[in-house]
C-alpha cells in the first residue's frame, strides 16, 4: 500500500495551511463558478477574470472560496499560481496535463500539452495512487474549466 | 446463545482479514454491516440446490424456492412483530420503501397545500421523494428543529402537526445516533390526524422492534445494515393501509389480470412487489434474522450501549477540546454512531490518515446535508458500531486520531 507520505507532501501541506489567492473578485466583473464534489459534500467557488480576447486573452487574476480537504484546497491553491498571468490556451492546456496526470479515462491530450511547466502540481502525483482522492484534486480544475468556457474568449 | 463477542467475531469471515498485516478495524456499520457466515452459507446452498422462479411455475423445484423466499418474509415479520407477514413487503432497499410511500400514499392523498412534516436529522431519502411531490402538485414540507445535543426540539410539535397530513421521521438518526421517542410521536401524529411513517433503517439492526407497539402506519428499513445482503428493503404497513393504496410499479407479479383494456391488482404483499424479487437475498435476510434472534436484540443493544458509552469517555477523556462529538451523551437515548470533528482536520484527511491503519470510518455528508447545514458543517467524520465491534476496536480508532496530528502538525 502506497504511504501517506506520498499523499500528504511537504508542498501541499503548505499550500493547505497558507492557501494562495483565497478569497472573492467581485462578479461581474469577474466570471463565479462553483464546483461541488457531491459524495463528501465539498465545495469550491471559483473567481476568473480574464483580459483581453482571441489568442491575446490572459488570465489575469484567479481567486477561491469555499471549503474542502487538503487535498482539494493545497490543488486549486497551486493551481492559481500556475494560471494566473498565462494565456488562456495555457490554462486549458494546463488543466488537460494536470487531469492526464491524475489518469483520468478518455482524458484527450493534445500535441504541445506535455510542454506546459508543471512545477509544484508534481508533487500531486501521488493522488493517483489514492483512486478515491482523486476527485478532491481535480475539483478546482473542473471549476477552472467551467469558468474559461464561459468567458468564452 | 449468550452474547459473547469472541464467538460473535468468528462468525464474521471478512474480520479475520488482513490487510498490509493488520486486522481490520470496521466501523462503518451504520453505511453497511458485514456479513456472518450463515448468511453467506445459505445464499449458497440456496444458489447450488434450490434456486428456481417463485409464485410462477409449478415444478416441485419452484416451489422450494417459492417457500424459501416467503419464510425470508415470515421472519421479518417475527422480527418486528408484523402481525401477518402480508405485511411485509420486499422492495429493492429501504430508499425504494420510502419513495413508494410517497408515490403511492402520497400520490393517492396529498395534493397543494398539504402538508408533511419532518425532521431536522432526516436522510435523503426520507427529505427528497416528499420534495419532489412539493415540486409538482404543491405540498408544504415543515421541519421539526433540533436540539442544541441533537435531540428532537418537540416544543411546537403540536403546532407543527397542526394541519399535516403525513409526520415522517428517522427512529435513530444516522448522523447523531439520536433516538426519539417513536411511540410517543406516532401518537402526537395521530392525534393530529396525520399519518405516522418511520425511517428505521439505522434501528431495527441494534434493537429490538415492535411495529405495533409505535403504533406507527408505514416503517421503511433494510436488510443490508442488519447482517443480511444489499438488494433487499423492506416496507411494513398495516394491512387495511396497505390494502386501500395504489400500487407503485407495474409489471409482473403484482396483477390479478390484465386484458387489453386494463389490469386489477393482486393483494398484498404481491401488490407493491413487480417483477422478479430479490429472491436469494431473501433467503440471506432469513438466515440473518434468525442469527440476531439467537443473539437477542436485546443483548445486542446493551453491548452497544456499553461501547457508545466507552466510546465516547475514551475520545473525550484522550482528546478534550480536540474533538466535538454529536449528538445526544445520554446513550439511553442514542445509538452507537459517532460524528465528530476533530481538529481543524477536514473529514476527508481523517479517514485517509485512519485507514493507513485500517480503521474503516466515512467521511462526508452522510446523506443528510440539511442536517450539516444545520450543525453548521460540511461534512463529519462518523464511526459507527455493531455487534462485532469492542472497545479494541475504540481503541484503535483514538490511537490513530492521535497519529493525525504528526503528519498536518496543526
Known amino acids: ?153 | 446463545m449468550a452474547f459473547d463477542l469472541d464467538v460473535v467475531r468468528k462468525e464474521f469471515p471478512i474480520l479475520s482479514r488482513q490487510i498490509d498485516g493488520s486486522p481490520l478495524v470496521y466501523l462503518d456499520s451504520g453505511n453497511t454491516s458485514q456479513k456472518p457466515r450463515r448468511v453467506i452459507d445459505a445464499m449458497t446452498d440456496f444458489l447450488e440446490n434450490s434456486y428456481a422462479p417463485i409464485n410462477r411455475s409449478s415444478y416441485r423445484l419452484a416451489g422450494e424456492a417459492t417457500e424459501a423466499f416467503e419464510a425470508g418474509r415470515r421472519a421479518v415479520a417475527r422480527l418486528v412483530n408484523a402481525s401477518s407477514p402480508d405485511e411485509i413487503i420486499f422492495t429493492k432497499n429501504a430508499t425504494e420503501s420510502m419513495n413508494l410511500i410517497a408515490r403511492s400514499w402520497g400520490g393517492a392523498n396529498l395534493g397543494e397545500g398539504d402538508v408533511v412534516l419532518l425532521t431536522h436529522m432526516e436522510h435523503h431519502a426520507n427529505i427528497v421523494p416528499w420534495q419532489m411531490l412539493r415540486d409538482e402538485r404543491g405540498i408544504e414540507i415543515r421541519w421539526v428543529p433540533l436540539t442544541a445535543d441533537g435531540q428532537l426540539d418537540l416544543t411546537d410539535l403540536d403546532q407543527l402537526l397542526d394541519g399535516a397530513k403525513v409526520f415522517s421521521f428517522t427512529a435513530m438518526s444516522n448522523v447523531l445516533g439520536t433516538i426519539p421517542p417513536v411511540a410517543k410521536l406516532c401518537a402526537a401524529a395521530h392525534d393530529a390526524g396525520a399519518l405516522a411513517v418511520v425511517d428505521a433503517c439505522q434501528y431495527v439492526p441494534h434493537n429490538a422492534t415492535d411495529v405495533q407497539a409505535w403504533g406507527a402506519d408505514l416503517v421503511a428499513f433494510s436488510s443490508h445494515k442488519m447482517c443480511g445482503p444489499s438488494g433487499i428493503g423492506m416496507l411494513w404497513g398495516r394491512l387495511e393501509l396497505l390494502d386501500a393504496m395504489p400500487p407503485f410499479l407495474g409489471g409482473g407479479n403484482m396483477i390479478d389480470t390484465v386484458t387489453l383494456d386494463g389490469y386489477t391488482t393482486a393483494p398484498v404483499p404481491a401488490k407493491f412487489e413487480a417483477g422478479t424479487p430479490p429472491i436469494v437475498e431473501a433467503v440471506g435476510l432469513r438466515a440473518a434474522v434468525e442469527f440476531l434472534e439467537d443473539l437477542g436484540m436485546a443483548d445486542i443493544r446493551r453491548h452497544e450501549m456499553d461501547l457508545t458509552r466507552y466510546a465516547l469517555d475514551t475520545l473525550n477523556g484522550r482528546f478534550g477540546d480536540e474533538i466535538t462529538i454529536y449528538g445526544p451523551d445520554d446513550v439511553e437515548v442514542r445509538g452507537g454512531v459517532l460524528s465528530f470533528a476533530f481538529r481543524d482536520l477536514h473529514p476527508h484527511d481523517v479517514s485517509q490518515i485512519l485507514d493507513e491503519r485500517n480503521v474503516c470510518v466515512r467521511a462526508g455528508h452522510h446523506c443528510a446535508k440539511p442536517l450539516m447545514q444545520v450543525l453548521g458543517v460540511q461534512s463529519t467524520t462518523r464511526a459507527s458500531f455493531y455487534l462485532y465491534n469492542g472497545t479494541d476496536d475504540v481503541d484503535a480508532l483514538a490511537d490513530a486520531l492521535a497519529g493525525a496530528t504528526d503528519i498536518f502538525g496543526f
Open chain 1, 1 to 153: 500500500m502506497p504511504g501517506l507520505e506520498d499523499l500528504y507532501r511537504e508542498i501541499i501541506l503548505d499550500h493547505y495551511r497558507t492557501p494562495r489567492n483565497r478569497g472573492e473578485l467581485e462578479s461581474p466583473p469577474a466570471i463565479e463558478t462553483r464546483g461541488h464534489n457531491p459524495l463528501c459534500g465539498d465545495e469550491i467557488t471559483l473567481y476568473l477574470l480574464v483580459d483581453g480576447e482571441g489568442d491575446d486573452a490572459i488570465v489575469s487574476d484567479v481567486k477561491i472560496g469555499g471549503q474542502g480537504c487538503s487535498i482539494s484546497q493545497s490543488s486549486a491553491s497551486m493551481m492559481t499560481q500556475a494560471v494566473i498571468g498565462k494565456p488562456v490556451s495555457q490554462a486549458y492546456a494546463l488543466i488537460r496535463r494536470f487531469k492526464t496526470m491524475m489518469g483520468i479515462e478518455g482524458y484527450d491530450e493534445q500535441p504541445g500539452d506535455a510542454d506546459v511547466a508543471m512545477g509544484d502540481l508534481e508533487a500531486l502525483q501521488g493522488v493517483v495512487k489514492f483512486p478515491v482522492r482523486i476527485k478532491c484534486a481535480v475539483l478546482g480544475w473542473n471549476t477552472l474549466a467551467e469558468a474559461l468556457d464561459r468567458a468564452g474568449v
